[in-house]
């Protein structure tokens, strides 16, 4: 669940990351090892806890084979 303090857009990504993440079947190690990223910033990414660059908004939706933009849809 996204942080409580976390923007309604970060609460979105953050949904939207955990979920993609889960249905493609990646663990939060395997994702970040394909994003490039550590395990950990993932976890805080899906908890709303970051505010997410742009470069790593590509990197997830790359990995998760979705257009950027489909990451903040809700």
């Known amino acids: 669940m996204a942080e409580a303090g976390a923007s ?5 990504l953050a949904a939207n990351v955990r979920q ?4 493609k079947g990646l663990s939060q ?3 970040a090892d394909e994003c490039g990223v550590h395990r ?3 976890g805080g990414v ?3 806890e970051y505010n997410v660059s742009v470069d790593n908004i590509e990197k997830f939706a790359k990995a998760l ?3 950027g ?3 903040l849809k809700p």
């Open 69 to 71: 933009f489909e990451l």
């Open 29 to 31: 190690d395997a994702f």
């Open 65 to 67: 084979g979705v257009q």
């Open 8 to 12: 309604e857009l970060r609460r979105v």
């Open 40 to 42: 950990t910033y993932v």
């Open 46 to 48: 899906e908890r709303g």
């Open 20 to 23: 993609l993440r889960k249905a």
